[in-house]
Every structure is written in C-alpha cells, then in structure tokens.
C-alpha cells in the first residue's frame, strides 16, 4: 500500500456512503491521532483501538443524524500525497470549507487541527480536509 492515509479517509468515505455504521481500518500511530481528532470534534461517534490483532485494528462507530439519517461527515479529502506533499506556514494555514470543517495537519508538535495550529503559530503538511 502506498497511501495508508488515503485508504483510511477511503475506507471511511465508503462506509457512510454504504450507511455502515461500523468501519475496521488497519492501525497505524498516524490513523489513531486522525481518529482521536475525527472524535473531538463530533465527526465520528465512537472508536476502539484494538492491539492484539497483528496488525491492530480501530474500529469507528459512524455518526448520523437520528431523524433525517444524514452522516456527520459530508466530505472527506485527502490533500498531501505521496507524490506530491502540500506544507504550509503558520501564516497560510488553510480553513475547512466555507469554515464549517476543519483541516487536519502533521506539524512538528504532533496531528491537529487547522485551528489548534494556528492558536500554535506551527504549520506542517496538511493531510486531508474534513467537512
């Protein structure tokens, strides 16, 4: 696999598209810290890190509006790719879309949001948008 990154948002993508409301993504510490930060700020409703498997497993539940059953998570893009990585600076970070979603970065102080970057004054490669 080339972009483990890409087939976590994919797998994601996949799964609300499908109304799955559990998603089993292979584990790495990159895709923990992008689950932790998806969980924060209400994309996804819950996660469990399983270590015992080889390669460990996490496993999302998926989060959907209780009346209307539309997902939490309209539109997931990766932005830096193996072939060609986007960085920014503290001054350039970039917004989520129309500053309803939320960027999510690699910096030097660990994965976060575009908003805790900024509060940070860091930047680092901007791995996906999330909205």
Do not use: W
Request: aromatic share 6%; with cysteine; hydrophobic share 35%.
């Amino acid at each position: 696999m080339t972009d483990p990154i890409a087939d976590y948002l994919t797998r994601i993508r996949n799964a609300v598209m499908a109304n799955h409301r559990v998603v089993e993504i292979p584990a790495s510490n990159m895709k923990k810290d992008i689950t932790k930060i998806l969980h924060d700020k209400g994309y996804i409703l819950n996660y469990k890190f399983e270590e015992e498997a080889r390669p460990g497993l996490i496993k999302i539940a998926l989060k959907y509006h209780p009346v209307s059953k539309q997902p939490a998570i309209n539109k997931l893009v990766r932005v830096s790719k193996p072939g060609l990585r986007k960085y920014t600076d503290a001054r350039n970070l970039p917004r989520g879309r129309n500053a309803l979603g939320i960027a999510i970065l690699s910096t030097s102080n660990g994965v976060m949001t575009d908003k805790e970057a900024r509060q940070q004054h860091v930047g680092g490669e901007v791995i996906c948008y999330v909205s």
